[in-house]
């Protein structure tokens, strides 16, 4: 009998299902999509109606790489589970599922005959031609999954005669014409897909009632006319609509009111069209959402004080708009929030204070607005001053913009303070009295000057004696005797305190250090980094270390040493440490000028694309650091998150935060490990265990892998499920292109293997079993195998520099 299940039932099962299924498989056998649809044969042989058109389906196909040689033989084994991708029952086909295996050629309108198809899978392929009509006479028809090919032409109507229809994705092909209305009549429908195609026209009122519509994706097509306002909610909680994409399209009109009523509504994105008017105060009843994305309109009109409602709201993007007015007080009560952008609008008026207390905060962006006053202290140390550029009238979001002084209140003297109004009297000055006072200030004056003057000369001297001496033992040394790697210069200058030099491409003082010019970049478990500009204009990053979390001086001192002597290019060196007379610690890297991986993944702007190499240099650059630290130096990172993977201008990876956890105590280290718990990147058996080891430094590894296949941050919430557990959910129910950032879905016929294949590598480095998980080097090896250009490119001389380090030592 056929299940007629509600599909929406088949995605509440327990996520425990999928999960075991995708992870306790070993990697060497892993299949995201089944390669052969393996199953109990029933005996009977396939019918000669669906015989014929296998045969005629298979003639139009081109086959390069040879799967669908198991089809040669007279149909015996069509049903037996011996023809690659084909299931059936009673010797009727059910299922043809042949994803990601290079086809080439069209799909014949023979598959018509199927009569009893219900799952049609060849998305990941290469195939073109038009989308059969024939397939709106199959009534079982359930799941067609034609992603990432090569279709063109218009979409058949006849589809629209598909009742049983639940999934149809077309999404990435080079369709054109209309959305057929007849969708409208598909009224079991739950997801559609039909983004980055060239699709024209309106869209079709019929989609906002269809009482099963969960997800409905037609960004990235040439859609013109108004987003219909005819959505309708019946509060049942399996057929409401929880995402709408409607981005990078013509679309005019203006926000439609009618999706207030969409009680299930999580996702809305709008993003680069045309529409106008104002916000509706209505969409602040939608308790379930957690993404809103306005951007790049005409919108006008103020910010909603109903959006304080949207407790469950983690990203607001209102960038490049009309917007005006203040920005209310009540944003702060968004609590959960961690993206809000309101850049490129006319708001004015001062930041409200509320916004710093958003603690889940990491990417905000009020840049190019008619904003004033001064800018909130913490979020002027959190964020840079990108995020407030281009208001005129703002100040004290970095040095070059600090405000001004308050002019001092006038005050009187304690005795006339003192004294009762009535008693008060004013009595004249004399000559005397006058010439007295000014002969006093005169005094006082040159007294001031004199001891300017006198602290100048006593800083020059001590300076110019410091610095010469410098300069003379540099010109005496000869070309051998310049510091090298794990050489200490130290010094201590009139700040006093303690620096000790490593190898490094400049030497400076500790007073160059201290009166460096320092912008936060930000703050950690560790301490506070900042980017210090030295007075010759060179920069270096610095990490201040929290106080009462650090080892013991000597014992701290032995530890910064030997990580002084760490050299790898792919780890961010470490070129000197200071220690402060007050016990304040100071450790000084390279400067990175391109920041983390994190913000150059998730605070870009949407001009800004990262492409498919890129990512897999950023991917190798981090995997050759790891395995050396493992292999090279014994160490286990313990805190490996995006956050602290450093790009440089050519995008080269740097592993920073390295051997931290050997200069801090005990205490601090377990806090370190809890941390990046919460961020995402934690493996499930520190919350036992809680000693870091390899094998949790791959799964952190892995989790980087996946956020940048996904374009997602890890600690983005996503229905409940972190990063990991989210890929896994989409790639059981085989709509893989969710998975991969949309950016990476334009070429995929060319990079499609190479990105299936570093998934399931990823996969396997997130795997819940820790001995299941490889180690750095195998992930490394792999990861070269997928992309050797891009690894040739990026350079292995990581190890030859480790060597010669090792041997100056």
Avoid at 436 to 445: C, P, Q
Avoid at 500 to 516: E, K, N, Q
Wanted: hydrophobic residues 40%; charged residues 15%; contains cysteine.
């Amino acid at each position: 009998m056929e299940n007629t299940s509600s599909p929406l039932s088949h995605e509440n099962t327990s996520f425990l299902l999928a999960y075991l299924f995708l992870f306790l498989l070993p990697f060497s056998s892993l299949h995201l999509v089944s390669a052969s649809s393996q199953h109990q044969w029933d005996g009977v042989t396939v019918t000669r109606p669906d015989y014929r058109a296998l045969r005629a389906i298979q003639r139009e196909l081109v086959d390069s790489k040879g799967f669908l040689r198991t089809w040669n033989d007279t149909g015996y084994g069509a049903c037996l589970g011996t023809w690659a991708g084909i299931k059936c029952v009673k010797g009727q086909v059910i299922s043809i599922q042949l994803p990601w295996r290079g086809l080439g050629g069209r799909i014949s309108e023979q598959i018509g005959q199927l009569r009893a198809l219900k799952k049609l899978s060849l998305h990941d392929n290469a195939l073109g031609g038009p989308l059969p009509r024939s397939l709106g006479f199959l009534p079982y028809l359930r799941g067609v999954y034609l992603f990432n090919n090569r279709l063109s032409g218009s979409i058949p109507p006849s589809i629209g005669n598909c009742h049983s229809l639940q999934t149809l994705d077309l999404s990435n092909n080079s369709l054109t014409g209309n959305i057929p209305p007849s969708l409208a009549n598909s009224t079991r429908l739950f997801r559609l897909n039909l983004s980055y195609n060239s699709l024209l026209g309106s869209m079709p009122v019929g989609l906002t009632r269809l009482p099963s519509l969960t997800i409905l994706a037609l960004q990235h097509n040439n859609l013109s006319g108004p987003v219909p306002d005819t959505w309708v909610g019946t509060g049942n909680k399996s057929d409401q609509l929880q995402v709408l994409s409607l981005d990078y399209n013509s679309l005019t009109g203006t926000i439609p009111v009618s999706l207030s009523k969409l009680s299930l509504l999580q996702q809305v994105s709008l993003s680069h069209n045309q529409i106008s008017g104002t916000i509706p105060d209505e969409l602040g009843t939608l308790s379930e959402l957690q993404l809103l994305d306005l951007s790049n309109n005409s919108i006008n009109g103020s910010f909603p004080f109903s959006f304080s409602n949207l407790s469950s709201l983690v990203s607001l993007n209102l960038g490049d708009n009309k917007l005006s007015g203040k920005i209310p007080s009540t944003i702060g009560n968004m609590s959960g929030i961690n993206l809000l952008d309101l850049s490129g609008n006319k708001f004015s008026g001062e930041i409200p204070d509320s916004l710093a207390g958003l603690t889940n905060l990491s990417d905000f962006n009020v840049s190019y607005n008619n904003l004033s006053g001064a800018v909130p202290s913490l979020l002027a140390k959190k964020f840079n001053s990108s995020s407030f550029v281009g208001n005129l009238e703002l100040c004290g979001y970095s040095t070059s913009t600090i405000c001004p002084s308050p002019p001092a209140p006038l005050t009187l003297s304690p005795a006339s303070a003192e004294a009762p109004k009535h008693h008060r009297h004013h009595r004249k000055l004399s000559i005397k009295d006058i010439i007295l006072i000014a002969v006093g200030g005169l005094l006082a004056i040159l007294l001031i000057l004199c001891l300017i003057l006198l602290c100048c000369l006593m800083k020059k001297k001590a300076s110019l004696k410091q610095k010469s001496g410098k300069m003379g033992d540099t010109i005496g040394k000869t070309e051998k005797e310049v510091p090298t790697a794990g050489t200490e210069v130290e010094a201590g200058g009139e700040m006093g305190g303690k620096l000790v030099h490593f190898d490094g491409p400049f030497v400076f003082t500790a007073d160059d250090l201290l009166c460096a010019t320092a912008e936060i970049m930000g703050k950690s478990t560790y301490g506070t980094a900042y980017k210090a500009t030295l007075d010759d204009g060179n920069q270096v990053s610095v990490k201040r270390l929290r106080e009462k979390t650090t080892k013991g001086l000597r014992e701290f001192e032995t530890e910064a040493a030997a990580l002084g002597k760490i050299r790898h290019q792919n780890l961010l060196a470490l070129r000197a440490y200071y220690l402060g007379p007050k016990g304040e610690k100071l450790l000084v890297f390279d400067y990175m000028p391109k920041g983390s991986l994190a913000s150059f993944l998730h605070a870009r702007g949407p001009e800004i694309v990262i492409d498919w190499p890129t990512r897999m240099k950023i991917a190798i650059g981090v995997t050759r650091g790891l395995d050396y630290l493992h292999t090279g130096e014994n160490m286990i990172h313990g805190n490996l998150t995006s956050s602290n993977i450093l790009l440089d201008e050519q995008n080269n990876a740097h592993i920073a935060d390295f051997g931290l956890s050997r200069l801090m105590t005990a205490a601090a280290s377990t806090n370190v490990i809890a941390t990046a718990g919460t961020l995402g990147y934690r493996a499930p058996e520190l919350l036992k265990l809680k000693n870091a080891s390899t094998k949790t430094d791959v799964y952190s590894l892995g989790v980087i892998i996946l956020e940048l296949l996904t374009g997602k941050s890890p600690g983005e919430p996503m229905n409940g499920m972190d990063l990991p557990q989210w890929v896994a959910s989409i790639v059981k129910e085989e709509w893989t292109n969710e998975v991969f950032d949309l950016e990476l879905m334009r070429n995929t016929p060319t990079t499609n293997d190479e990105l299936l294949n570093t998934l399931k590598l990823a996969l396997h480095c997130v795997d819940p079993s820790p001995a299941a998980r490889p180690e750095a080097q195998q992930v490394l090896q792999q990861l070269e195998e997928i992309k050797p250009e891009v690894a040739a490119a990026a350079g292995g001389q990581g190890d030859d520099d480790a060597k010669a380090a090792a041997i100056s030592q």
